[in-house]
């Protein structure tokens, strides 16, 4: 009558060590997923221009690049929750400055964020990629005046919106081909959001992207 009892909780003992042995191994196939996904680029553009001969400075600007992706995913790696407030300051320090640099106009609105509110690691790494590659496009492609960054918290999510007064898309199959955007797509889904695009308040292109945001009851749980 005692022996059964002492089995169960050496079965459900070693279920648990099972459970979080997968819940490991899930968690390293995804973090090299990311590592490949988001450094692989930059280390492969940074080899195909010194192969090629291409320009000093261009073979610095690109290893600069790669140094910044890998100090990015390494904080991804290491890095723990953050509070939105960190987060934010560095993001409109690195958009101001893109789009200042190109002679675009900046409108940089983002709402208070939930009391208590945390951003994991991951969320930051990809969201910054994302904001990353949607600036880059405006700057590289829209041949915009003005852009709008807007980041809003909603009752479980973080929504990034950024928009611009220039060219938009010529169609929505534009959307599909290129610019970026199956990147910005990937990373969303990534997350287990969503984005979107279509015409902006300012006449151009908006970007919108939806992200889950753990919510402080749950974090602090």
Do not use: Y
């Not at 089995?7 to 899930?26: G, P, S, V, Y």
């Not at 789009?99 to 709402?111: K, N, T």
């Not at 610019?179 to 292109?205: F, I, K």
Request: net charge neutral; proline share 6%.
């Amino acid at each position: 009558m005692t022996v059964r009892p002492f089995l169960l909780r050496a079965l459900e003992r070693a279920e648990h060590r099972n459970t979080e042995l997968q819940q490991r191994l899930d968690e390293q196939r995804r973090l090299a997923s990311d590592l490949s996904d988001d450094l692989g680029p930059s280390l492969m553009a940074l080899v195909q221009a010194g192969q090629s001969g291409t320009a000093p400075d261009r073979i610095a600007s690109l290893a600069r690049k790669a140094l910044q992706d890998m100090r990015l995913s390494v904080r991804g790696l290491t890095a723990p929750a953050a509070t939105p407030q960190e987060v934010l300051a560095d993001w409109r320090a690195e958009c101001v400055e893109a789009l200042a640099a190109a002679g675009i106009e900046v409108e940089w609105d983002v709402a208070e964020p939930p009391e208590g509110a945390q951003l994991p690691a991951r969320s930051q790494v990809q969201l910054t990629r994302i904001l990353r590659e949607a600036v880059a496009n405006v700057v590289r492609h829209s041949g915009a005046r003005r852009c709008s960054v807007r980041i809003r918290f909603l009752a479980a999510a973080l929504r990034l919106e950024v928009s611009d007064d220039g060219r938009g898309l010529a169609s929505p199959a534009a959307a599909r081909s290129g610019l970026g955007l199956a990147q910005v797509e990937r990373r969303a889904r990534q997350l287990g959001g969503s984005h979107g695009l279509d015409t902006g308040p300012l006449g151009g292109l908006r970007l919108l992207v939806d992200v889950p945001m753990p919510q402080p009851e749950a974090q602090a749980a």
